[in-house]
Nanobody
Framework: QVEVVESGGGLVQAGGSLRLSCTAV????????MAWYRQVPGEPRKFVAV???????KYEDSVKDRFTISRDNAKNIMYLQMNSLKPEDTAVYYC?????????WGQGTQVTVSS
């Protein structure tokens, strides 16, 4: 059983920053990519950013110039540095780890951006 745990959410004012962390309890060599998604009530979970084993990353357009995804492969920790936060970034942020074709999800961490 793979355990994925997010942390770092909280309340921040618009324009502020937060850093989310995601730890995957798994063999690092088995993880092909890790990603962040977010969800607001009543809407489906939406892609935010992904980072692949080779370091390539991709972002959803609305966060591209504000968020940075990174990964410490040795520690199996992924980060999402979020700058210039906006109220519309308010959501529950979920992390997943892709292992042998299966996505393993964490429980999510709440990010609230006040205006």
């Amino acid at each position: 059983q793979v355990e994925v745990v997010e942390s770092g959410g909280g309340l921040v004012q618009a324009g502020g920053s937060l850093r989310l962390s995601c730890t995957a309890v798994a063999n690092a060599n088995d993880i092909t990519s890790m990603a962040w998604y977010r969800q607001v009530p009543g809407e489906p979970r939406k892609f935010v950013a992904v980072i692949h084993n080779g370091g390539n990353s991709k972002y959803e357009d609305s966060v591209k110039d504000r968020f940075t995804i990174s990964r410490d492969n040795a520690k199996n920790i992924m980060y999402l540095q979020m700058n210039s936060l906006k109220p519309e970034d308010t959501a529950v942020y979920y992390c997943n780890a892709a292992i042998w074709g299966t996505l393993h999800w964490g429980q999510g961490t709440q990010v609230t951006v006040s205006s």
